[in-house]
Antibody
Framework: EVQLVESGGGFVQPGGSLRLSCAAS????????MTWVRQAPGKGLEWVST????????FYADSVKGRFTISRDNSKNTLYLQMNSLRVEDTAVYYC???????????????WGRGTLVTVSS | QSVLTQPPSVSGAPGQRVTISCTGS?????????VHWYQHLPGTAPKLLIY???NRPSGVPDRFSGSKSGTSASLAITGLQADDEADYYC???????????FGGGTKLTVL
């Protein structure tokens, strides 16, 4: 079955760290760029970070640049998001998504996971 | 404040047609970047509805259609059904932000 399953969410205090994982199955993971998108409570979707298929290039939203690190292990079909220096405003459901498209600016997300909740609070 | 502007809500009766607008600028939609649309029910995985302005992935009914002109795009839904009730998001790329951007989302209510 083609699917993405996120894990690693939880409760963390401000300034803390958390690592999210996204396990992919049913497609050739190493052939596709991958993305993290989040949704804060009562808010819309927000792009967080993208990594190319090989992992050689990464992209970040300004809101997380310098604090979050996206990575992947193509041998394990797994995407990661290392989140450091977490803030209250990082509280959200984090989704991983598979990218598709010929030109990177026109990438869209054709497969999504169900998300994992990250709560940052004191 | 989202870079792509959508109406917060739209509504329609079963069987009717509704449209959802997505207004951008010269650094995103107007820069000739594609617009994509997603359907999202809270607690579930978002679903790709329209890609590259007007293309439907396999399995998406032809009741859903997309268009783009200038700095704006639209999603049209005809023959409204109760299970169309969801949040809808447009998405594109912004060259000023050097990243992908979403609209603020539109909640569709089927009356």
């Amino acid at each position: 079955e083609v699917q993405l399953v996120e894990s690693g969410g939880g409760f963390v205090q401000p300034g803390g760290s958390l690592r999210l994982s996204c396990a992919a199955s049913g497609f050739t993971f190493s052939s596709y760029a991958m993305t993290w998108v989040r949704q804060a409570p009562g808010k819309g979707l927000e792009w967080v970070s993208t990594i190319t298929a090989s992992g050689s290039s990464t992209f970040y939203a300004d809101s997380v640049k310098g604090r979050f690190t996206i990575s992947r292990d193509n041998s394990k079909n797994t995407l990661y998001l290392q989140m450091n220096s977490l803030r209250v405003e990082d509280t959200a459901v984090y989704y991983c998504a598979k990218d598709k498209g010929l030109v990177f600016q026109n990438w869209h997300f054709d497969l999504w996971g169900r998300g994992t909740l990250v709560t940052v609070s004191s | 404040q989202s870079v792509l502007t959508q109406p917060p809500s739209v509504s329609g009766a079963p069987g009717q047609r509704v449209t959802i607008s997505c207004t951008g600028s010269s650094s995103n939609i107007g820069a000739d970047y594609d617009v994509h649309w997603y359907q999202h029910l809270p607690g579930t995985a978002p679903k790709l509805l329209i890609y590259a302005n007007s293309n439907r992935p396999s399995g998406v009914p032809d009741r859903f259609s997309g268009s783009k002109s200038g700095t704006s795009a639209s999603l049209a839904i005809t023959g409204l059904q109760a299970d169309d009730e969801a949040d809808y998001y447009c998405q594109s790329y912004d060259t000023s932000l050097t990243g992908w951007v979403f609209g603020g989302g539109t909640k569709l209510t089927v009356l």
